[in-house]
């Protein structure tokens, strides 16, 4: 078993940042990649950015290319999402996830709010 606990959402305006982290605990020898993913009111699961096991490896969704950055601390067992010039359209529950080879988890999600 794997568990995830974010933190670090929040109010922030419009062009700000927010660092989320995703503290990891449990079987982590097993996890293989791991992503952030949002879900905003009235729509579906998305995913944001994901990172390979030893980090060497990123992708992103189109619309947070050049402004979030995925990276983890396998030291720590903490994956982190840099979200800078935040949009109102950012705004979403965050969730971090963890895949193995046979099994996906996730954490409990973390609110952002981008307003003015």
């Known amino acids: 078993q794997v568990q995830l606990v974010e933190s670090g959402g929040g109010l922030v305006q419009p062009g700000g940042s927010l660092r989320l982290s995703c503290a990891v605990s449990?079987?982590?020898?097993?996890?293989?990649?791991m992503g952030w993913y949002r879900q905003a009111p009235g729509k579906q699961r998305e995913l944001v950015a994901r990172?390979?096991?030893?980090?060497?490896?990123?992708n992103y969704t189109d619309s947070v290319k050049g402004r979030f950055t995925i990276s983890r601390d396998n030291a720590k067992n903490t994956m982190y999402l840099q979200m800078n010039s935040l949009k109102p359209e950012d705004t979403a529950v965050y969730y971090c996830?963890?895949?193995?080879?046979?099994?996906?988890?996730w954490g409990q999600g973390t609110q952002v709010t981008v307003s003015s």
């Open positions: 996830n963890a895949a193995s080879l046979t099994l996906a988890y």
């Open positions: 449990g079987s982590i020898s097993s996890i293989l990649i």
């Open positions: 990172i390979s096991r030893g980090g060497g490896s990123t």
